[in-house]
Every structure is written in C-alpha cells, then in structure tokens.
C-alpha cells in the first residue's frame, strides 16, 4: 500500500491492539513524555540517518463509530537516505470538528492499550496512528504491527505553513526515530 492510502486508511482507523514492545537501548522509554531534542527534525528509520527534506499536512475529515465528527492532520515526512532512496514517515491527529491544532499537544503513549491513549472526544484518540516506510531496509510497519510513542507540538499556522515539533520513536523497527522542529505545507 501507497504511503499515501496508508495515511488515508489511518485517519479513518483507530488505534487497535497491537503487541507490546521492549524498551530498545537509544531511545527513551516514552517519547510522549520526553522533552524535544532542539534544532531541525532528524532521526533515524532502521539506523539509517534520516532528515526530512520535504513536510506537508493534508487536512481532512475523519467520523469516528459513535457519530462524532474530527478534522483529521496527516502529517508526511519525505526524505532520502545517502543512496537517494525513498524513506518517509506518516503521522495522522485529529481534533473536534472545526477545533484548529494550532497551540495543541498530541500524544501517542507507548502502549498497546487504546483507552490509556489521550482522546480528542469520546472514544476517539487523538494521534490515530502512524507510518514508516524505508524499502532499502525492508521497512514497512505502522502503528498496527507495532507499538510506538510520540509527542508533537503544534504551533501556530501562518498562511499556508503550519510549525511544529516531534519525537516519535518505534523501538522495534530498528530503533526507528524523528525528533526536532519542522515547519508543514498545507496541502
């Protein structure tokens, strides 16, 4: 699947159980409660350095099963390995219907248990999942196949960008990570 129907199929998901993972050596044990590293959003997918050269934010509209209405922000992360192949990082939140993200903190909790997850309305976490793709190292795996743990902060949008600050980090794809500052292209 497209990283791009990867990121529709994920602000029209919830999270779901998924296995429970060990605490991979590098990584915090909870990046949802773990400060920010400074300095641009870089990180790794299956060790291999990753820096986003391109960042957009694709706004939808997400219903979840009890009849409540989200905006759905999926985030893309675009970059390249050395090689100039593809590696790409997908993110999906949701808000209130009409609730701008701007200001917001959404958290992802390192845990397979979905009512534990911060909600953005009933039943309704608010960080509906997240994807790696890195075809060089055979990565393919989201928030389904394993668990992770992420804290993003929204700033303020100004025109057609929307500023912002992530670490999200998946122990068991590699001690898989992205952590820094980043400014989104609305799409």
Known sequence: MSRIGRSALMAAFLLIAVPAVAHAAGLPADCSSAAIPSGPAKGSIADAAFVPSDVSVSVGESGIGDGHTYDAYAFLFDGQDKSGEAMSLSVTVIVPKGAAPDGKLFRMLPTDDTDKQP???PGAPEVQGW????S???IDT???DTVGS???ELGRHAGKTLAGR???CVPNAGDSSLAGSFSATLQ
Request: avoid cysteine; hydrophobic fraction near 45%.
């Open 131 to 134: 994807s790696l793709e890195y």
């Open 119 to 121: 909600k953005a309305g």
């Open 142 to 144: 989201d928030f389904i």
């Open 136 to 138: 060089a190292k055979n």
């Open 166 to 168: 992530i670490y999200l």
């Open 150 to 152: 992420m804290r993003l």
